[in-house]
């Protein structure tokens, strides 16, 4: 199936670093996800931005909803070393909950002190 | 419970053998999906549910894969004479319909077919 292309595929960066990775997509979406997954557990929402253009923060985490509506990208400030793990796009054609995602191939993050 | 359950979390399963993965949604919620992630990938859709009713089977890979939710509750993913190519983590997801953006993933059954 679909997969959106995430960039980069990994990165390492030190304690205090920012951080930033993006998604693109062939297609639009009119709703844009990012969640972090942890080993061994489901994706956690961390960011949904629902219009073109939207920039929208969340605590240390900063994403932006493309304005062709083809892509977004999310920026993190000041790392630490809890936000390792694997950090997903995903992009929703339909409004509301009732409509699939489309998950991108993911950025792995790792912090080191 | 608080959150999305899913059992078992691990699965080991012989080539041609059947399973059955259960997921315990959020009371209350009443939508719910099933992704496939294969090791290294992102969630793949495979089905979602409406209350009892199946809307939208069109991530499913094969006839081997079955779905079911009778009461609107409890969904049970089934997978019929497996094949090493099944080998993934199958996550479920559930919302209330009126909210928008994301879902609540449980932890996921992780099956590996040997």
């Keep these: 199936g679909q997969q959106l292309n995430q960039s980069p595929q990994s990165m390492f960066i030190q304690e205090g670093e920012d951080v930033s990775m993006n998604c693109t997509s062939s297609s639009i979406f009119n709703t844009w996800l990012w969640y972090k997954q942890d080993p061994g557990e489901g994706p956690v929402l961390l960011i949904a931005l629902y219009k073109a253009g939207e920039l929208t923060s969340n605590g240390r985490l900063t994403a932006q909803f493309g304005i062709t509506r083809k892509d977004s990208f999310l920026n993190i400030s000041a790392s630490i070393p809890s936000d390792v793990g694997i950090y997903f796009c995903a992009g929703q054609l339909l409004p509301g909950t009732a409509s699939k995602l489309t998950f991108g191939t993911g950025t792995r993050l790792q912090v080191t002190l | ?114």
């Design chain 2, 1 to 114: 419970g608080a959150g999305v359950s899913q059992s078992p979390r691990y699965k080991v399963a012989k080539r041609g053998q059947d399973v059955a993965l259960r997921c315990d949604p959020i009371s209350g919620h009443v939508s719910l999906f099933w992704y496939q992630q294969a090791l290294g990938q992102g969630p793949e859709f495979l089905t979602y549910f409406q209350n009892e009713a199946q809307l939208d089977k069109s991530g499913l890979p094969s006839d081997r894969f079955f779905a079911e939710r009778p009461e609107g509750s409890v969904s049970t993913l089934k997978i019929q004479r497996t094949q090493q190519e099944d080998s993934a983590v199958y996550l479920c997801a559930s919302s209330l319909a009126e909210t928008g953006g994301g879902y609540t993933f449980g932890s996921g059954t992780r099956l590996t077919v040997v």
